[in-house]
């Protein structure tokens, strides 16, 4: 699970805002780090067994990563260990950068959507743009200006013009239906932020006539649907002709690594897609966030770190 990560060393950490920590990484001897493109993420292995998924923001062509981590109460613990007990000089094992939140280069335009934390994709792809002179906007939610992070960062940029904030805390909410209120085939909206946003963003745009390939999310640090829940399978690892049981209180992952079945997963919790595999026979009930709706429609491809199955069988390509 864990031998495609690279050993990274933490070189600044600073307060924020209220509940979030920044982190610069960088490579022991000034080793260069591969070139990202905003939206993309890396995997960060904070002990033994915890790998969670953090989006880069580091202004476009630096030489460091830079990650931007809530401390939640109700996080499973990693952040909150990442937050209170790595300090500058910590080494921490990073994978290598992912993106499945990639800008469309053709956009003529493109729509930002950020809630709370998940600014941090939003705010590397405002600066990717900027850079590269496309237009945009960026609308930013957050319960307080306190609690918003990059607040500084953005107002003192050029693209402070693009920005339109909201604080909770002063009765002001981002307007979806304002924000999304003229579809165009050529301009694209990203959202990232807690899942009730993200869902607000999703329905308002198909509401107001977006197609679905034009509205792109990001659900790290959202609202994770039971993985446990659920009847029991039967599943097929096509390759090995192996079948193991599922039962309730397990995922399909964990029973196939039980049986010595070589299952990849980084989140186990439905974001990543690293668990995806191909579905040769059976109904899956799709319970991740990664798959977009006409995906899970498909029925061809799982999850295997949460989702679980509508037949009592299931035959994968694994
Ligand atoms: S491990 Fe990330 S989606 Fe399954």
Known sequence: MSNHLIPAVITKKWAEAEGVFCFTLELPGNEILPPVEAGAHIDVEIREGVVRQYSLCQPPGSQHYQIGVLNDPTSRGGSRD????IEVGSVLRISRPRNHFGLVPSARHSILIAGGIGITPILAMAEQ????GQSFELHYGAR????AAFIKRLAQSVIASHIRLAF???GQR???????????????????????LIEAVLATAKAQGWPERSVHREFFGGAVQPTSEGQEIEVTAAR????????PDMSVAQALV?????????CEQGV?????????????????????????????????????????????DI
């Open 82 to 85: 990442l937050t209170q007990s």
């Open 129 to 132: 743009l900027q850079a590269r």
């Open 144 to 147: 307080s200006q306190n609690s």
């Open 168 to 170: 909770d805390d002063l």
């Open 174 to 196: 981002l307007d979806l239906k304002e924000i999304l209120s003229d579809p165009h085939p050529d301009e694209h909206v990203y959202v990232c932020g807690p899942s009730g």
């Open 240 to 247: 090995s002709g192996l079948t193991v049981i599922v039962s």
């Open 258 to 266: 039980q049986a010595g079945v070589d299952v990849t997963t980084f």
């Open 272 to 316: 990543c897609g690293s668990c995806m595999t191909r579905v040769i026979e059976g109904v899956p009930d799709h319970r991740d966030q990664y798959l977009s709706d006409a995906e899970k429609s498909a029925g061809d491809q799982l999850l295997l770190c949460c989702s679980r199955a509508r037949t009592s069988a299931l035959i994968l």
